[in-house]
């Protein structure tokens, strides 16, 4: 991604490419931009015109539950507080 303050130098970076010869396409190439991007910047949209998501996820655990269940999952097993060790279904058996 190109930062705003570069854009312009970009584009004359890419105009200058194209007087001497080159195409579009392979002088955007170069910098790594695609074409209609150079499109939207000659129109003047220098500015990044992406807004971000607004979704609201509405089955996402609450900070506080999330906390209490990762406090759960991270205590000592059951058995091993009580001394018993895990044993697997091969030394069972």
Do not use: F
């Not at 955007?28 to 609201?56: M, P, Y």
Request: net charge positive; charged share 35%; hydrophobic share 30%.
């Amino acid at each position: 991604m190109i930062l705003e303050a570069h854009k312009a130098e970009v584009m004359m970076l890419i105009e200058e490419a194209h007087e001497n010869g080159a195409r579009y396409s392979k002088a955007c190439e170069v910098v790594g931009v695609s074409n209609r991007t150079l499109q939207r910047w000659k129109r003047g949209d220098l500015l990044d015109g992406r807004k971000g998501s607004k979704k609201r996820v509405v089955r996402k655990v609450p900070q506080q539950t999330r906390s209490e269940i990762i406090s759960v999952c991270n205590k000592e097993p059951r058995r091993k507080q009580r001394g018993i060790e895990d044993l697997s279904m091969s030394e069972q058996r």
